[in-house]
C-alpha cells in the first residue's frame, strides 16, 4: 500500500467534515430566518447537509462503475447513524422524543426501507427505481417545510433563540452573505472530500484485498458519517434533542430516497445488488429502523439503557463485518442469529416496554 492511500483517506475525511460543518452552518441560519422549527430544520437541512457526504460518495462512486461502494455506503451510513450515533447519544443524555416523529418520520424510515429493499429484488436500482426515491424525498421535503411555516413565527423564533443566538444578531445582508458563503464553500470541499476518499478506499480494497463492499459499509460509511457524529453529539451536549433526534431520522430518510435515488439515476446501468446485500445488509438495515419505534415510543424518551442497547448492537454488526471480510467459518452462523433471533428478541421486548408505558399514561 503506497502513501497515497492513507493520505487521501484523511484528506477526505477532514474535507468532508469542513464541508458539511460549512454548509450545516450555513444553511441553519438561512432556515431559522425564515421561520423553520428546530425539528424541521433536524429533519431536512441540518439531516440533508450531513448526509451530503453520502451523496457526493455515492454519486461519485456510480459515474466510476463502483456500485459496490455506492450501495454499501448508505446501507453502512443508515446503520451506524441510528446504532452507533443514536446510542453514543443517548448515552451522554437522554432524548426527548416528539410524535411527530413516532406517527410520521420513523414510519416513513420504515416505509422506505422495506421499499427500496423490494426494489432490490431483481438484483439492480435502475433509473426508474431512482426516479421514485428522489421523487418522494422532494415530496416529503415539501410537505415539512409546508408543514413547519403554518407554526406561528413567534413561536418559531423563541425555540431557536438559544439554539442559535448568533445567527440572529448578525446584520441581515452580511448574514446572508455569509451563510451563502458556508453553503457554497461546503458543498466544494464535499466534492473534493468524496474523490480523495474514494479513490483511498478503493486503494485500501485493493492492497488487503478486501471486497469493495465491505470497504463502503465500513470504512466509507463511518467516514461519510462523521458530520452526523459530530452534529448529534454536539447537539445532545448543548441539550438541542430535536435537532439530536432528528438529524438522524432525517438523515437515513435522506440517504435511502435521495441519495440511492440520485445514484441509481446517474449510474450508466443502475446499482448491482446482490444475494448477500438482499439477505442479511437490507433486512438489517430494516430491522434497525423497526426497532426505533418501540425505542422512540417508550415514554416518547431515548433512554441511557436504550442508548448502551443500540450501541452493543454495532459492535455485534461490526463483528459480523469481520468475520466477512476475513471468511471465517462462523460467518453464516452468527449472521443468523443475530438476524432471527437477537434482532426479533429485542424488537418484543422494546414492544412490550412500550405498551405498558402507554398503560402507565392511560
Known sequence: MSLETPILLFGGFVALVAGAEGLVRGASRLAMRIGISPLVVGLTVVAFGTSAPELAVSTGAALHGQ?????GNVIGSNIFNVLFILGLSALITPLVVQQQLVRLDVPLMIVAS?????MSLDNTLGRVDGIFLFGGVVAYTVFLIRKSRSETNA??????????PAAVSERPLQAWLLNLLLIGGGFVLLVLGAGWLVDGAV???RAFGVSELIIGLTVIAVGTSLPEVATSVLAALRGERDIAVGNIVGSNLFNIMAVLGATAVVAPSGIP????????DFPVMIAVAVACLPIFFTGYLITRWNGALLFAYYIFYTIWLVFSATGHGLTET??????????PL???????FGLREREKRN
Open 67 to 71: 456500485g459496490d461502494i455506492a450501495l
Open 114 to 118: 422495506v421499499l427500496v429493499w423490494l
Open 155 to 164: 413561536a418559531v423564533q423563541a425555540q431557536y433563540a438559544d439554539e442559535l
Open 203 to 205: 486503494m485500501l480494497a
Open 273 to 280: 445488488v446482490n444475494d448477500a446485500v438482499q439477505q442479511f
Open 334 to 343: 452468527y449472521g443468523d442469529a443475530m438476524l432471527y433471533f437477537l434482532l
Open 346 to 352: 429485542t424488537f418484543a421486548t422494546l414492544l412490550l
